[in-house]
C-alpha cells in the first residue's frame, strides 16, 4: 500500500474488508461494483473511495444484504443504506452523544475528546465504558470515514486516542500478590485486526489474573506450536478473519488445540451467526461484551 498516494492494491482491499481477493475479482467482472486503474504490467490498484466503497459493501453485505441488491445502488443510496443499518445497531444511551464527543476528534483535540470520554469511565469502568460506549464510538467513526463524513486521519485519531486510554489502564493494573491463573496466549493472525479490541481484551484478562503472553504484530497460526514450546499456555486467544474462516481453518486450529492440550481456543470478534458452528475446544465471540462473559466464565 502507498499511502503517499492513497493508491491500494486488491490484496489492501482484501485485509480491509475480509472480502477474499478472488471474490473481489467476481464482483467487478459480474457486477462492476469498482473499476481499478492498471499498472503497466497489469496489476490491478484501487483509490481511496473504492476502498470506501468495498468497506460499505462488505458491512452491508455482513449484515444480511446480497451482493446483487448491493451492486443496484448508486453512490448516494449505498451510503444511506450503510447509514440506516448503522443507526439500527446503535443502542447508545441519551447520556452518550457520539456527534458531540466525535466534534473533538474533528478538530484533533485530544484533551477536549479524552475529556469528554473520562466521566463515563470515572463512573462505569473501563470495562463498561469500552463495551457500552467506546467500542460503538470506534465502529461510528469507522461509518463516518467509510460514507466520506470523517477523513482518513480523523478516524485513525479516534482510534489511536483510545488506544492510549486503554492502555494508560492496562499499566495501571498491579501485579497479584498470590500467584497468577492460567497462561493465555494472544495471536493476531490477519491484518484486519482491531487493534483496540485486542488490547481491550489483554488487559481484560491481565485484570483477572492470568499470565498474558502478548506478541503485538502479526503472526502466522505456526508460530501458536512455537510459542508453546517455549512457554506453555492453557488458553489461546486468537484474532482471525471472519470471512477466510472456512470449515478448513476451523479444524485446523482445533487440531492445534487438541495436540498441545490447550484448553480452550477463543476467536474474537467473529459476527453472530456467521459461523455456522464451531468445534471444542473452539470458542467463538462476537463482541468485548460477550468476550468478558466467556472470560468470567472460565475456571
Request: no cysteine.
Given at each position: 500500500m502507498d499511502d503517499s498516494v492513497n493508491v491500494f492494491s486488491i490484496k489492501d482491499l482484501e485485509n480491509f474488508s475480509g472480502i477474499k481477493a478472488h471474490t473481489i475479482r467476481i464482483w467487478e467482472k459480474r457486477y462492476k461494483i469498482l473499476e481499478p486503474e492498471r499498472t503497466d504490467s497489469n496489476i490491478r490498484t484501487y483509490s481511496e473511495a473504492e476502498l470506501k466503497k468495498i468497506?460499505?459493501?462488505?458491512?452491508?453485505?455482513?449484515?444480511g444484504l446480497?451482493?446483487?441488491?448491493?451492486?443496484?445502488?448508486?453512490?448516494?443510496?449505498?451510503?444511506?443504506?450503510?447509514?440506516?443499518?448503522?443507526?439500527?445497531?446503535?443502542?447508545?444511551?441519551?447520556?452518550?452523544?457520539?456527534?458531540?464527543?466525535?466534534?473533538?476528534?474533528?478538530?484533533?483535540?485530544?484533551?477536549?475528546?479524552?475529556?469528554?470520554?473520562?466521566?463515563?469511565?470515572?463512573?462505569k469502568g473501563i470495562e463498561d465504558t469500552y463495551c457500552n460506549y467506546l467500542y460503538p464510538l470506534l465502529g461510528k467513526a469507522r461509518i463516518l470515514w467509510q460514507v466520506g463524513s470523517l477523513s482518513r486521519a480523523q478516524e485513525q485519531f479516534v482510534r489511536n486516542t483510545i488506544k492510549q486510554i486503554i492502555i494508560l489502564e492496562d499499566n495501571q493494573i498491579k501485579a497479584p500478590k498470590t500467584r497468577k491463573k492460567s497462561s493465555v496466549a494472544m495471536i493476531n493472525t490477519t491484518?484486519?485486526?482491531?487493534?483496540?479490541?485486542?488490547?481491550?481484551?489483554?488487559?481484560?484478562?491481565?485484570?483477572?489474573?492470568?499470565?498474558?503472553?502478548?506478541?503485538?504484530?502479526?503472526?502466522?497460526s505456526s508460530e501458536i506450536t512455537e510459542i508453546h514450546k517455549i512457554k506453555s499456555f492453557e488458553y489461546l486467544v486468537i484474532?482471525?478473519?471472519?470471512?477466510?474462516?472456512?470449515?478448513?481453518?476451523?479444524?485446523?486450529?482445533?487440531?492445534?488445540?487438541?495436540?498441545?492440550?490447550i484448553r480452550k481456543i477463543i476467536l474474537t470478534d467473529i459476527p453472530e451467526g456467521y459461523i455456522p458452528h464451531s468445534h471444542d475446544p473452539l470458542i467463538v465471540v462476537s463482541d468485548p461484551g460477550h468476550f468478558i462473559k466467556i472470560i468470567d466464565s472460565l475456571h
Open positions: 468497506l460499505n459493501i462488505s458491512y452491508l453485505n455482513r449484515n446480497k451482493i446483487s441488491k448491493i451492486a443496484k445502488l448508486d453512490e448516494d443510496e449505498l451510503t444511506q443504506q450503510v447509514m440506516d443499518t448503522s443507526s439500527k445497531h446503535e443502542t447508545l444511551t441519551q447520556e452518550f452523544q457520539p456527534g458531540k464527543i466525535l466534534m473533538s476528534a474533528i478538530r484533533f483535540n485530544e484533551t477536549l475528546f479524552k475529556e469528554s470520554l473520562l466521566p463515563f469511565i470515572e463512573e491484518d484486519n485486526l482491531n487493534e483496540n479490541n485486542f488490547l481491550f481484551y489483554k488487559y481484560v484478562l491481565r485484570k483477572r489474573g492470568f499470565d498474558v503472553i502478548f506478541t503485538g504484530g502479526i503472526l502466522p484474532n482471525t478473519n471472519a470471512f477466510d474462516f472456512e470449515e478448513k481453518k476451523s479444524e485446523y486450529f482445533t487440531g492445534i488445540g487438541k495436540s498441545l492440550k
